[in-house]
């Protein structure tokens, strides 16, 4: 199935968009996106992450043209589409909640958009049998929507936006009314089929594992704004604030004191054990910095004779064991990979913690 239009180099461009919602109520007004300004290129995969009201689910729908921006501007590989109306934006959707027709079959639910295109009757077929093909789903053409399983009536959402061979594709939350393994199926067959056809994708979730195992880019939101922009790995490794740190992935933060610095990098004390971190931003010599220490930045050891600390909880989840130490007046988070390999400690037992420098990250307070 083709998806680039006249081998141009598709790019979406939101330019300093905004959008204002008058208040409930009528008193004064909720700014949902501020001023976000962001590139996605031809056959990226980019996804919108945050918390419950950060902005991003606006933000799709401002470039869905389901509502209309406040301020700024939005440009596909360089037209301004900002006041278009979404059947004149050469994109599709693919909601939450399917909006498959009840009383249509899988067939005519993704036929639907060719008939409003007025397709010839041999055109659709073609169309429609292809992406019933590409997606699995040759022998359901015939069956209702309440004849599928989730995941199929899912697949069938994505057919139905596929046919349209959209210059962007734009994901709404997709798989959370699916269980978790489905879910992990489903994250799969999405990554897969994105990267076969390279089409242009925004994808909206809270998940942060959904955007991890889908994205080239994260965008984090928090407050309608752009909190930090970059790949999983960057997102993860280097975070840029305590806000995202926390939201992506698991962290224990401890707070401590540049003792010295040099070439960005600080020295300090953690747990007791003294050593020298890269760290964000421009601190100086004695400013308090917050350091992010991942599960799997600490190690536990039979030796309590250095800091010694207090397994409160062990959590055999089969891969791994996940701890919750007690240390001082902190409790600390770590995960242990591949259990078989090692010593599983007991609650109540007293074990001593190792720290990895390379998987600390320092954050300035």
């Known amino acids: 199935m083709a998806v680039s239009h006249n081998g141009a180099a598709d790019s979406l461009l939101l330019n300093k968009i905004s959008k204002i919602f008058p208040a409930r109520g009528g008193g004064g007004e909720v700014t949902a996106v501020n001023s976000v300004s962001l590139t996605i290129q031809q056959g990226e995969f980019l996804t919108l992450l945050g918390p419950s009201g950060c902005g991003k689910t606006t933000t799709l729908r401002l470039v869905a043209g389901f509502e209309l921006p406040s ?105 959370s009314n699916l269980d978790a393994k489905l879910r992990v199926q489903m994250r799969s067959e999405i990554h897969a ?60 933060f401890q707070e401590t004191r540049a003792e010295a610095m040099m070439n960005g990098e600080a020295t300090v004390t953690l747990l007791g054990q003294k050593m020298t971190i890269s760290v964000a931003g421009s601190p100086k010599a004695g400013d308090t910095l917050v350091a992010v220490l991942r599960p799997e930045a600490l190690k536990l050891r039979a030796d309590s004779s250095l800091q010694p600390a207090l397994v409160e909880q062990a959590m055999y989840l089969g891969s791994e064991v996940e701890y919750r130490v007690r240390i001082n ?35 300035p307070k």
């Open 71 to 175: 301020a700024g501007q939005i440009l596909l590989d360089g037209k301004d589409i900002t006041n278009q109306p979404p059947n004149k934006r050469d994109m599709a959707m693919v909601f939450q909640s399917y909006a498959l027709f009840p009383h249509m079959t899988v067939f005519d639910n993704i036929a639907y958009g060719l008939h409003i295109r007025k397709l010839s009757r041999s055109e659709i077929k073609t169309k429609v049998e292809s992406t019933l093909d590409l997606m699995g789903l040759r022998n359901l053409g015939e069956r209702r929507p309440n004849e599928l399983s989730g995941g199929q009536q899912q697949r069938v959402a994505l057919a139905r936006s596929l046919v349209m061979e959209p210059r962007v594709l734009l994901f709404d939350e997709p798989l």
């Open 193 to 252: 089929l994105q990267r076969r056809l390279s089409i242009t994708s925004v994808y909206v979730t809270h998940d942060q594992i959904e955007a991890m195992a889908l994205s080239d880019r994260i965008v984090v939101m928090n407050q309608g704004q752009i909190e930090q922009m970059g790949t999983p790995d960057e997102i993860y490794r280097r975070p840029v604030s305590r806000f995202v740190a926390d939201f992506i992935g698991r962290a224990n």
């Open 329 to 363: 007046n902190d409790t600390l988070v770590v995960v242990e990979n591949d259990p078989r390999a090692s010593h599983i400690f007991a609650e109540g037992e007293t074990v001593g913690i190792d720290l990895i420098p390379e998987a600390i990250h320092l954050l």
